[in-house]
C-alpha cells in the first residue's frame, strides 16, 4: 500500500509580499486533510513528489490549487491536487486579522 507524506511545507505570503518569520504574518496551521484517493492510480511507484501550490483564504479555505512541480504522474498529481483542495487551515493573520496567503506543500508517496 502506498501513502502519502508531507515532506515539508513552505509558507509566502501574499498579503504582505514576504515571507513569514520576516513580516507580522502567522501561518495558516492545518487543521483538516484528505487522504490521497492513490487506490485509482494503477502501479503508483514510491517517492514521487509533487509541489501543490495554495492560496489560503481569510476563511482557512484553500483557493486556487495549482501544480507547481508535478511527479510526473498524471494520476498521482489529479489525486493529490483534489485532496490539497478539502483541507482547511486556520487562517493566517496580521495583526490580529486573518490575510491571504500562499502555500506550498511537498507531497511524496511512500509505500507503508
Not at 495554495?54 to 493529490?80: H, M, R
Amino acid at each position: 500500500m502506498t501513502k502519502i507524506v508531507f515532506k515539508a511545507l513552505l509558507l509566502f505570503s501574499t498579503a504582505v509580499g514576504g515571507v513569514f518569520p520576516q513580516s507580522n504574518v502567522k501561518p495558516p496551521k492545518l487543521i483538516q486533510s484528505e487522504k490521497v484517493k492513490i487506490d485509482q492510480c494503477d502501479k503508483l511507484p514510491d517517492n514521487l513528489q509533487l509541489i501543490v501550490h495554495l492560496e489560503i483564504g481569510v476563511d482557512g479555505t484553500p483557493f486556487n490549487e495549482t501544480i507547481s512541480s508535478s511527479s510526473g504522474n498524471a494520476c498521482f498529481d489529479g489525486q493529490a491536487l483534489a485532496a490539497a483542495h478539502n483541507y482547511r487551515f486556520s487562517p493566517a493573520t496580521r495583526d490580529g486579522k486573518p490575510v491571504v496567503v500562499d502555500i506550498y506543500i511537498t507531497m511524496t508517496s511512500l509505500r507503508d
